[in-house]
């Protein structure tokens, strides 16, 4: 008998850890397309049939990092955490994982926001066409611009998270030589 099993820690189930890397895997890039995305909305003229292309991309991309973080964020509070790698101590190793959480849960904020603020400035919001959403707040001025900050400040918020979680893995794999990409999705915690 394991000593995982002994001390009455269930195991996961292989399919459950393979649903949760490729969640893991397509919400980051649909990320990385969403930020790439999100530098050519603020540069294409307001009110061209180009930019209201874009945004309309941008709410049904951002609709679909949330249908996917919703299953993620039940599988990560669902599954027994991969086990901490040997020479990592557990202070350093609950940092590494709080930058994980702290990555995804400022990923629903984002999701959240963003549908709100289009709404508030009077946008219709669906997922690429196909399956509209009502409208949850009436078009105000006051709401889109302080969504709008919101929306921004988080923006501003997750690129100082991952510059911060780089770090915490560089240096992690210079003081502790944990493997630096274990931060990544779908790659292992390490040993």
């Not at 078009?139 to 501003?156: A, D, Q």
């Amino acid at each position: 008998m394991s000593a995982s099993v002994a001390s009455g820690e269930s195991r996961a189930s292989p399919g459950l850890v393979t649903l949760e890397k490729a969640l893991s895997v397509a919400i980051f890039a649909l990320v990385l397309f969403q930020m790439y995305q999100s530098t050519k909305v603020g540069v294409t003229p307001r009110g061209t049939p180009a930019r209201e292309a874009l945004q309309h991309s941008h709410i049904s991309v951002g609709l679909s990092v949330l249908l996917l973080l919703v299953p993620r964020l039940w599988l990560w509070a669902r599954l027994p955490r991969p086990p901490r790698p040997a020479r990592v101590p557990a202070a350093a190793d609950a940092l590494a994982r709080h930058c994980n959480l702290a990555f995804y849960l400022t990923l629903l904020g984002f999701c959240l926001t963003g549908p709100i603020f289009a709404w508030s400035e009077g946008h219709a919001v669906s997922w690429f066409g196909l399956v509209p959403l009502p409208d949850l707040v009436d078009e105000s001025y006051r709401l889109s611009v302080t969504l709008g900050y919101l929306h921004s400040v988080i923006g501003f918020w997750i690129l100082y998270l991952t510059g911060f979680t780089v770090l915490v893995a560089l240096w992690q794999a210079l003081r502790y030589r944990a493997p630096p990409w274990r931060l990544l999705p779908a790659f292992g915690w390490g040993r």
